[in-house]
């Protein structure tokens, strides 16, 4: 086949157990976000627009959901005898039966006959967890004219939060990377990387090899592939990324990017809306707003029947809310039923709940104590408020 440019692996089959009981039955980037979306709509979307037309979705934990979401091709228009999109789950190589996909560079290892077929030149290692509008063909224009053997799209992140990344130091007047590392506990530096990269497909090939050969690895780029490769000299750079970046693996920070939609400046829709985020559309009634109903400074969603108070909230799909309930500062998922004289402040409430007559769900601080339902629960007031803050003491970033 001849050589293509370029082609984009997807990792989407993460457990994410940071967001807690909302992965407990569906994978992270099925996770729903903005009141219709899905978490991998962003980078999926990112890949339509860049002019990406092959692209491989690694999918392991709890997939059927996300297979669902992607098997709309009208929408992603990515089927075609050229490549398009393709599922790519972990399967049987030997006898010794199915072998998962044990991180992140394991999973696009398995895969190295799937983007053989295509020989490109250079590869795209996207995370489907991510919430932010990229294109990534600018990313692979400074590849291509530094001459990289490794490019990494990074962001600067906030000092209290830099320890959840791999951090690079670069040389600041060419953006040659210098030092890496992955996660450490004090960091000093926060220029964070997005888990955003390209590579030369044959160098990148050659190290995928050689790490799964080693008698210890984490089988990651972050912690194996970025590390060897800034060891053995590689010409490494990063692509500075200065617009809205969200990594969403935690329920505190999922909260956050929800609530960062009522916000003009943040709200990711907003900013360069011709760069559209596809998604796929329930065909849903419209929203219904009883007389009794109060909104202020909110997100509602197609589907939903509100007659209480909201504030400062994304309500998605399908919620109902009753006479005399009120939401404040909270993301409630969709399906979810909240019944009358609840009060819900500081909240993530999952899809598919019910909220029964007179609950109090209230944390007065959401940065230590952010209240958390899982899917499919049932919450009622016999369950003490405490249980509810002490649950949610395990959710924080």
């Known amino acids: 086949?001849?050589?293509?440019?370029?082609?984009?692996?997807?990792?989407?089959?993460?457990?994410?157990?940071?967001?807690?009981?909302?992965?407990?039955?569906?994978?992270?980037?099925?996770?729903?976000?903005?009141?219709k979306y899905r978490i991998i709509d962003f980078s999926l979307s990112n890949c339509k627009n860049s002019g990406i037309e092959t692209i491989g979705i690694l999918t392991q934990y709890r997939p059927l959901v996300l297979h669902s979401h992607l098997g709309n091709s009208q929408l992603w228009n990515l089927y075609n005898r050229d490549g398009g999109l393709t599922i790519l789950p972990p399967y049987q190589r030997n006898d010794t039966g199915i072998e998962w996909y044990a991180g992140t560079s394991h999973?696009?290892?398995?895969?190295?006959?799937?983007?053989?077929?295509?020989?490109?030149?250079?590869?795209?290692?996207?995370s489907a967890d991510q919430v932010y509008k990229m294109d990534y063909s600018i990313m692979l224009k400074q590849h291509i004219e530094t001459e990289a053997d490794c490019t990494i799209a990074v962001v600067k992140v906030p000092w209290k939060e830099a320890s959840r990344f791999g951090l690079t130091k670069i040389n600041k007047s060419t953006n040659k990377i210098m030092d890496f590392e992955e996660k450490p506990t004090n960091p000093t530096s926060n220029l964070a990387s997005m888990g955003i990269y390209i590579f030369k497909w044959q160098i990148l090939k050659e190290y995928l090899i050689q790490d799964e050969k080693k008698e210890f690895s984490y089988r990651d780029f972050g912690k194996d592939i970025i590390p060897t490769m800034l060891t053995d000299g590689l010409q490494m750079y990063v692509y500075q990324f200065n617009n809205y970046w969200k990594d969403v693996g935690t329920v505190h920070s999922y909260w956050q990017a929800n609530l960062d939609l009522l916000n003009k400046e943040k709200?990711?829709?907003?900013?360069?809306?011709?760069?559209?985020?596809?998604?796929?559309?329930?065909?849903?009634?419209?929203?219904?707003?009883?007389?009794?109903?109060?909104?202020?400074?909110?997100?509602?969603?197609?589907?939903?029947?509100?007659?209480?108070t909201i504030e400062k909230s994304v309500i998605f799909s399908g919620v109902k809310i009753a006479k005399g309930a009120s939401i404040k500062n909270s993301v409630i998922l969709p399906g979810t039923i909240v019944e009358e004289n609840v009060w819900i402040e500081n909240a993530v409430i999952g899809s598919n709940s019910l909220i029964k007559n007179g609950v109090i769900m209230v944390s007065t601080n959401p940065e230590e104590h952010l209240l958390l339902v899982g899917n499919h629960e049932t919450i009622d007031p016999t369950i003490q408020e405490m249980k509810l803050l002490n649950k949610a003491n395990s959710v924080l970033s």
């Open 1 to 35: 086949m001849d050589k293509k440019k370029w082609i984009a692996m997807l990792l989407a089959g993460g457990r994410g157990t940071r967001l807690e009981q909302l992965t407990n039955n569906i994978v992270k980037p099925a996770v729903p976000f903005g009141g």
């Open 267 to 308: 709200n990711i829709f907003l900013q360069n809306p011709e760069w559209k985020i596809h998604t796929v559309e329930k065909n849903n009634p419209p929203l219904y707003l009883a007389e009794s109903a109060k909104v202020y400074h909110s997100i509602l969603s197609e589907g939903c029947e509100l007659s209480g």
């Open 107 to 126: 999973a696009v290892f398995q895969n190295i006959e799937f983007i053989d077929q295509y020989n490109p030149v250079y590869v795209l290692i996207l």
